[in-house]
Nanobody, 123 residues
Framework: QVQLVESGGDSVQAGGSLRLSCAVSRDMYFRNCIAWFRQTSEKGRESVAGIAGDGTTTYGDSVKGRFAISKDNAKTTVYLEMNSLKVEDTGMYYC?????????????????WGQGTQVTVSS
């Protein structure tokens, strides 16, 4: 069974920052695309950011310039640094591992999902 565990969600004021972590099983970490999705009341499930096996990053339009995805190979952990948070960023954030090295940020391209971590942004 693949282990995919998110952490770091919290309640924060608008304009603040949070850093989410996703610990990924070693057998899936090094070659596959790893991405963050979120589930919000208004938009449902949407892609946030992805990092490909070669390190190439991709971001959803709503978070460009505010969020950054990165990874620590020694810890087999992917991070999502979230800055300038807005109320509309509120939702459950999920880490997911794709079927391939390259990131195509639609749900059908991801086979493994974590249980999620809640982010709540208040005004």
């Amino acid at each position: 069974q693949v282990q995919l565990v998110e952490s770091g969600g919290d309640s924060v004021q608008a304009g603040g920052s949070l850093r989410l972590s996703c610990a990924v099983s070693r057998d899936m970490y090094f070659r596959n695309c790893i991405a963050w999705f979120r589930q919000t009341s208004e938009k449902g499930r949407e892609s946030v950011a992805g990092i490909a096996g070669d390190g190439t990053t991709t971001y959803g339009d709503s978070v460009k310039g505010r969020f950054a995805i990165s990874k620590d190979n020694a810890k087999t952990t992917v991070y999502l640094e979230m800055n300038s948070l807005k109320v509309e960023d509120t939702g459950m954030y999920y880490c997911a591992v794709g079927w391939a090295q390259w990131c195509t940020l639609t749900e059908a391209h991801f086979g493994y999902w974590g249980q999620g971590t809640q982010v709540t942004v208040s005004s």
